[in-house]
């Protein structure tokens, strides 16, 4: 009873802050939103961090207030929301313990390493003994029905080649540090017990998801790569990416091949309760042809746009909280790419219940944001943009530790 009590007042301190923010004396000077906003959020991070029961985020409702999630910790694959909700990942597989953080050879991996983990057939739940930086050798190529899960430990993939989902299904991935990631050789890879194949070189991202379907990518911290934080082209769908805290990037995040790549109609990809922070430039995400869901997110800094996209991507924009940069020419969330005016406003967009702040605005086109249209990006059901900050409080790498609450 007594943490309920104080996290409830500390949340109730959260809340008075932030709506101070709004206040007819900060509405008179923009320049102290920006500060307001950055000083309750960085406050409440602090003050908050382990604050999980009750948030209003309701994949972590679902598992934050166990306890036991150490000997639960499959019971994660139950609590998936959005257009990556089937994503089951290694549920019902063994547990299986990545104890050394090596990868001399893509080919042969040696047990107990991430890559022989990730390429076996069968459904697989990984989890590290110990804190561990991992330097990739070459991407690792993951096989179907994996998790990796990097609760109880400090995990980073970092200062190599990153996370490949190439024509697979079925993958988690929760609770790892993931930056410094680099473009990767040509080489042979291992990517199942009975089959190695010849991969180019990589481009560069933290994940990148090539014709991947029900893919779950949560509470991961995600800086500075080569090339985009998070990538979903050729055909890939249903997929989710929440609960993530990125910074300091400039491509952060394409959904769709190319223009001319029709078969990215039929992705569908939810984007929910991030928190997209300092030094971030575009791509918020950016996205082609299929369907978005962008609900509940914590947009602090964008040099260029927050959401973007071409060839008539639907997107449904919802209680999401946009603080624009100080910049006079930089406060549009949005950039409709490679369309003349007349094309892009037929283009589906809508922004509905977000809170915009230090003159931000987001141009709606294509269909009125009452229509049915967007039945087909909306995935759950967005909560109040007020709640945003207490939603997306603890976004990234959480700092679970065994026999602690997570």
């Known amino acids: 009873m007594a943490y309920y009590k104080l996290s409830l007042a500390l949340l109730l301190t959260f809340c008075l802050t932030a709506n101070s923010a709004t206040s007819s004396s900060v509405q008179q000077d923009p320049e102290l939103v920006v500060q307001e906003v950055h000083r309750s959020i960085n406050a409440s991070r602090r003050n908050l961090a382990y604050l999980s029961c009750g948030s209003g985020n309701p994949i972590d409702d679902c598992w934050r207030c166990d306890p036991n999630w150490e000997r639960n910790r499959q019971r994660l694959a139950d609590c998936a929301i959005g257009f990556g909700k089937d994503a089951i990942g290694g549920r019902n597989g063994r547990i299986y313990v990545v104890t050394d953080s090596g990868d001399d050879d893509p080919v042969n991996p040696r047990p107990g390493t991430i890559r022989h983990a990730v390429i076996q057939d069968e459904p697989l739940w990984i989890i590290f003994k110990r804190d561990m930086v991992i330097k990739l050798n070459q991407e690792l190529v993951m096989n179907s029905f994996k998790t990796i899960d990097g609760r109880g430990a400090s995990v980073h993939i970092a200062g190599g080649p990153c996370i490949k989902i190439h024509f697979v299904s079925n993958i988690i991935i929760h609770g790892i540090h993931l930056h410094d990631c680099k473009q990767g050789g040509n080489a042979n890879i291992r990517d199942s017990p009975h089959h190695e194949g010849w991969w180019t070189v990589s481009d560069g991202d933290a994940v990148s998801i090539f014709g991947g379907r029900h893919i779950w990518v949560d509470h991961c911290s995600l800086s500075n790569c080569q090339d985009g934080l998070i990538d979903a082209i050729h055909g890939s769908t249903a997929i989710t990416i929440s609960n993530n805290y990125m910074t300091h990037h400039d491509k952060v995040m394409l959904l769709g091949h190319s223009d001319s790549y029709t078969q990215d109609k039929d992705m569908h990809v939810t984007i929910a309760f991030n928190h997209f922070g300092e030094g971030l430039v575009q791509r918020m995400p ?72 230090n003159g931000a605005y987001f141009r709606q086109s294509g269909a009125g944001a009452s229509s049915s249209i967007y039945a087909r990006a909306s995935s759950l059901s967005a909560r109040p943009s007020s709640l945003v900050g207490s939603i997306t409080i603890t976004a990234g790498a959480l700092n679970c530790r065994k026999g602690n609450r997570c």
């Open 286 to 357: 950016r996205c082609r042809h299929g369907y978005f869901h962008v609900v509940n997110n914590d947009y602090t800094h964008w040099e260029m746009y927050a959401i973007g996209g071409s060839a008539s991507p639907t997107i449904n924009s919802q209680g999401n909280r946009f603080l624009a940069p100080d910049e006079r020419f930089r406060k549009e969330v949005t950039k409709h790419e490679d369309a003349p005016e007349s094309e892009w406003r037929q283009w589906n967009w809508r922004s509905e219940g977000d809170l915009m702040l």
